[in-house]
Every structure is written in C-alpha cells, then in structure tokens.
C-alpha cells in the first residue's frame, strides 16, 4: 500500500508530521530517507511537537542523536548522516534504550545498515519544484496500519 503525497511547503510537511504522530502505533521504526533539503527534519520536528516535545527540537547532525521523553513514551531521533561507518552507531548507547524507546525516528537510514532497527514505516522525501513530494512506503503489519491511520 505504497502511497505518495505532494507537501506544498514547510507547513504541510509539519501537518504530516503530526498526522503521524496522532497515528503513533504502540511501538514503531520510521526511517526518512532524502536528499539535504527534502524536509525530514522539517517531518520530525512536527510530529516530536505533536507528541508534546517543547523545547528545543534540533536535528542531530551532530550528536548523531536525541533522545525525547514524552508522554507517550522515549523517542530516539538519529540523523547519522555524517557518520562514516555504521558500527560507529554502537557507541551511542542506543542498546540501553532499545526496550524503552516507543518510536525511533531515524534520518538518512541508509548510512546506518545492518545496525538499526527494521523499519516500520519508510518515507522518501524529495524536492518538488518548490513543494516537497513524499512516498510513504509500510514495511511491516504495523507500518500498513499505521499508513492506514493516517
């Protein structure tokens, strides 16, 4: 049930943020794939928001990770994009939270393969003109419903 959606600016790439947010399954992988630009930390910032998140919602290039409590539960928000190899992930500590995290949200998943979480749910962000065009594509039983809840 692959679908693709037109975001026509930064506000409707925040709106399905949260969209998905309201939808948030028990427990679920998003990995957001694009090139710079394409608007995924404009995506998690919404949804982080939609969960409550009110501080500050950087993207994590830098520290490759952050991690968010909110009511509904530990989030994990990766951007491993400057990472130069994956097994550089198992310094972050992200074992410990793996039994704790109710979603992690993982920017350019690509670079971290073979030592992340399967994704539930995958969306490809890519520029559109001035819009954004997304695919949303589930991987699992919980990523087909949580596209479904959308």
């Not at 948030?24 to 995924?40: C, D, F, M, T």
């Not at 919602?57 to 968010?68: A, C, G, H, N």
């Not at 097994?87 to 670079?111: K, T």
């Not at 073979?114 to 003109?129: C, E, I, N, R, T």
Request: charge should be negative.
């Amino acid at each position: 049930m692959n679908t693709t959606r037109l975001l026509a600016d930064a506000d409707a790439t925040t709106a399905l943020g949260a969209a998905l947010a309201a939808a948030l399954p028990e427990r679920a992988v998003l990995h957001l794939s694009g090139e710079l630009g394409a608007g995924k930390t404009t995506l998690a910032r919404g949804l982080l928001r939609a969960l409550g998140v009110t501080g500050p919602v950087r993207s994590p290039t830098y520290t490759l990770v952050e991690r968010y409590p909110t009511p509904e539960g530990l989030v994990l928000h990766l951007d491993l994009y400057r990472i130069a190899d994956a097994a550089e992930l198992g310094f972050l500590g992200l074992d410990a939270d793996a039994a704790e995290a109710r979603l992690w949200l993982i920017e350019w998943p690509e670079r971290g393969a073979g030592h992340l979480p399967a994704a539930d749910l995958v969306l490809q962000l890519g520029l559109d003109g001035s819009a954004r065009r997304v695919g949303l594509q589930p991987l699992t039983p919980t990523g087909e419903r949580w596209l479904a809840g959308l």
